[in-house]
């Protein structure tokens, strides 16, 4: 009866998360204990906790934490400053060409931020296409290098996560409040500011977190516009490569305080939210405003200002690919030498970039839908503790999932660093929340008397999820794998710390290529990544019926 018992227990799924947790503990747990304790590991090899004190002591290292949190507050600000009035034009307004202005938007948020800048520092560089026109009017006006420019980036980067979270709150909001509100005599901009704003409190903040993470965990913008601009993902990457003659406890350290800040942030939003969360009934939901012809075209107008200025990055990149170079120069005329010479030179990075993300998507769409079904169905404290678990790398910086993963895999029993494997592990542990986040958004929808007919007609539990629900789930989880493939192809900071010269990725080249001036190379390479966004957020439109995708 005991034996009978036991087996009962253990079943398929129990024996799917007993593998997934040893995954995770591998691949994440282990990790990240492995780099906290280097944290506190002398040059001697002893313990210590003189890299804290250093940290604590020295204004350099407190001068880039102060810089990661100005530059993320600041870019946070302006991402709302242009992501609320936009979603409230487009979901209160009948305004033209909605539709356009919402595949520029998402566009822009799927395209990396490093490519922003670098198109940014041919339009507003030194010798930026723009700069030169502004000066040749006689007018003086700053380079795009330095902390404003970072900010600037950032804002057109991200705002988008604003827009789309703030645009979802607004479509649902209860209108009966606001025109209770408007009965008691209280003017619109009263209206927006003590009822519709705190209404949607908790997911404009979900999207200002998302915007300050992001912000807080990008090591490539900093990188290619700070000239002298130090924050913190730079350092901990400074510190770790430069490990004959720097400090490689310090990356750790540096590391470590990056971890505990991003979980500090997370922490308070949610916080805030718990104290300040609204609930709506959602049956009376606002209906488009009708604009005269004037009003319309204006209001049109105003909204894809910001679209058309977030999108002119990979405008930039695809126009400049074609124009010819002659070193670092661009030249007066058009020509394909820039494709040519990536044909010829590195060919071997598009080839990585495809396998590897290929190999990676296989894993996070099999892996994804398996997670999911235990995290709905098979509801427990082991299951909430695993949730838990896979949020971890989704809230830390690639920088600093890269350095984890070469501190814990770079001498025996185990070692990874330097091959390909390493950098699908990272990519596979990244990305894979996009996945099962959409994999439990459909399976929530699905009722469970299927799964229980099939099993009670004799089918066995594994063979009714993968010929049964499995299939139901598929085009729910089709659109967070493009998501997962689009971020990582186009995935840096992470494959940045982690490849060496026989694995590198267009994503690395680029920032090679721009670094050493080649900028028609890189304007070549980021065109193709571009291109592979946007057919493969055409894809996800067209699966899921015109929807888009769930960002």
């Known amino acids: 009866m005991r034996q009978r018992l036991l087996l009962r227990k253990w079943d398929f799924w129990t024996a799917v998360t007993v593998v997934v947790y040893l995954l995770l503990c591998v691949f994440v747990v282990y990790p990240l204990v492995t780099l906290f304790i280097n944290s506190f590991i002398s040059e001697e090899g002893g313990f210590t906790i003189e890299n804290y004190i250093t940290f604590i002591s020295l204004k350099y290292y407190r001068m880039a934490l102060l810089n990661s949190f100005m530059v993320s507050a600041l870019a946070t600000l302006g991402a709302i400053l242009i992501g609320v009035p936009l979603a409230y034009l487009s979901t209160r307004y009948a305004i033209k060409f909605k539709g356009l202005m919402q595949i520029m938007i998402v566009m822009s948020l799927l395209s990396p931020p490093f490519i922003g800048a670098y198109s940014w520092i041919l339009l507003m560089g030194n010798n930026g296409f723009i700069t030169r026109f502004i000066r040749d009017l006689g007018i003086s006006v700053p380079s795009i290098y330095g902390m404003h420019g970072i900010v600037f980036v950032f804002a057109l980067q991200f705002y988008p996560h604003i827009f789309l979270y703030v645009s979802g709150a607004l479509k649902t909001i209860d209108t009966s409040l606001e025109e209770a509100s408007e009965s008691l005599g209280m003017t619109s901009w009263q209206r927006l500011r003590t009822v519709t704003l705190p209404l949607i409190f908790p997911t404009l903040s979900a999207g200002a977190l998302m915007v300050f993470m992001a912000s807080f965990a990008d090591f490539g913008t900093p990188m290619l516009l700070g000239q002298g601009f130090k924050v913190l993902p730079i350092l901990a990457y400074e510190q770790f490569v430069s490990e004959m003659g720097g400090n490689p406890a310090m990356a750790s350290t540096l590391s470590i305080i990056l971890i505990l800040f991003s979980t500090s942030v997370l922490f308070t939003q949610r916080y805030f939210v718990a104290r300040k969360n609204f609930s709506m009934t959602g049956m009376r939901t606002p209906k488009l405003i009708p604009l005269k012809p ?10 894809f200002i910001p679209a058309c200025i977030s999108i002119l990055p990979q405008l930039t990149v695809i126009l400049t690919s074609f ?25 071997r990075s598009i080839i990585h970039t495809y396998s590897y993300s290929i190999l990676s998507i296989i894993i996070m769409v099999a892996g994804g839908m398996l997670i999911s079904y235990i995290l709905v169905r098979r509801k427990s404290k082991l299951t909430a503790a695993l949730d838990g678990i896979l949020m971890i790398p989704y809230v830390m910086p690639g920088t600093v999932l890269g350095i984890s993963l070469i501190v814990a895999f770079n001498k025996p029993p185990v070692v990874l660093t330097g091959t390909w494997i390493i950098l699908v592990i990272a990519y596979v542990v990244r990305k894979i929340p996009y996945t099962i986040r959409s994999s439990t958004a459909i399976l929530h929808q699905l009722d469970r008397s299927v799964e229980e007919a099939s099993i009670s007609l004799g089918v066995p539990p594994m063979k009714t999820f993968f010929k049964t629900t499995g299939r139901l789930m598929a085009p729910g989880v089709i659109s967070g794998a493009i998501l997962s493939w689009i971020t990582t192809i186009n995935e840096l900071s992470s494959t940045l710390v982690l490849y060496y010269g026989a694995t590198a990725t267009i994503s690395v080249t680029i920032y090679s290529e721009v670094f050493t001036s080649n900028y028609g190379t890189g304007a070549a390479l980021a065109s193709i990544l571009t291109l592979s966004t946007l ?9 899921s019926g015109g929807k888009g995708l769930s960002v």
């Open 294 to 303: 004037l009003a319309k075209t204006l209001l049109t107008i105003v909204a």
């Open 323 to 347: 124009i010819k170079t002659k070193g670092p120069v661009f030249q007066s005329g058009f020509s394909l030498d820039s494709y040519r010479e990536v044909l010829y030179r590195v060919p």
């Open 535 to 543: 057919i493969s957020l055409l894809i996800a439109n067209k699966l």
